[in-house]
């Protein structure tokens, strides 16, 4: 694994902008997992900048976003639609017939679920998949218990990540009760992860994942196994990871863990 310790939001967004757009020069036709949250959206905002500068063409690029609330209608504010499209999607050349989104008002949640996971499957799955980590550890909404086998599924969201989430919205009860998440086994088998984290209420979290135990109970951890991951996080974030984060490799023994099929149960 590796970690970069940035000094601030903005450094954080520049650096992992950097990567993503290093992803996109390499292999103009990438496929990107994306994200949505605080914790994106200044790598969204660079990136945008870029494009406008001229430094980074999108109109190979297909991306793929992790998850969506179920019941909200596109053009909902609150939806996740809504968000990449207001805050990447519009500002971008990336062709709308190559942005991919789980369809939150899809009612027959297994047939969305497999047409999903086909879609990952036919753009030949994920180059780079950028994520944020919840407070509780939730990567794209595999909540604490989430099984590290399943593809894409809907979940139940968990009252600490509605109360997270409450701050989109007029109020918590306005929260859906549900989403489509990409599940941890499609999200583990991207073949690079870029993990950005900020701010001091994470410190706690992104210690638990990178440093932990690897335990459903912390989906995060399960990084730990992903034998490509960057991790990319300001001081605030990364206090509580003891030496690491000091723009070199992560430690020896995370770096050696490799991901197969056989820790995560896979077919
Ligand atoms: C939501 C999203 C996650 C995201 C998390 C953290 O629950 N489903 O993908 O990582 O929020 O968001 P933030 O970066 O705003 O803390």
Not at 77 to 85: G, N
Not at 228 to 251: F, I, K
Request: net charge negative.
């Amino acid at each position: 694994m590796r970690i970069y310790k940035a000094r601030d939001y903005g450094d954080m967004s520049r650096k992992a902008a950097n990567i993503l757009s290093a992803q996109v020069i390499l292999k103009p036709n990438s496929v990107l997992g994306l994200a949505t949250g605080q914790s994106p959206l200044g790598v969204y905002r660079q990136l945008i900048e870029w494009y406008a500068k001229g430094d980074i063409d999108f109109s190979e690029v297909t991306t793929i976003n992790l998850d969506e609330y179920i019941g909200l209608p596109p053009d909902s504010p609150q939806s996740y639609q809504h968000f990449m499209r207001e805050n990447f999607f519009s500002r971008v050349n990336i062709k709308d017939v190559n942005i991919h989104i789980p369809d939150g008002l899809q009612i027959d949640a297994l047939g969305e679920c497999a047409r999903y996971d086909a879609v990952i499957r036919g753009v030949g799955g994920i180059d780079m998949q950028l994520l944020g980590i919840g407070h509780n550890g939730h990567i794209g909404f595999n909540e604490p218990g989430a099984a590290f086998e399943k593809g894409t599924h809907l979940i139940a969201l968990s009252e600490r990540t509605k109360k997270a989430n409450s701050r989109f919205f007029k109020s918590e009860g306005e929260v859906p009760e549900y989403a489509y998440t990409m599940g941890i086994r499609s999200i583990m088998q991207a073949r690079g992860i870029l993990v950005v984290v900020f701010g001091e209420d994470k410190a706690e979290i992104v210690k638990r994942a990178f440093c932990g135990e690897v335990t459903p109970l912390v989906p995060a951890s399960v990084l730990q196994l992903h034998n490509n991951v960057t991790l990319v996080g300001d001081e605030a974030a990364l206090s509580q990871m003891g030496d690491g984060g000091d723009g070199n490799e992560g430690s020896a023994e995370s770096a050696e863990l490799a991901y197969t099929d056989e820790h995560l149960n896979l077919p």
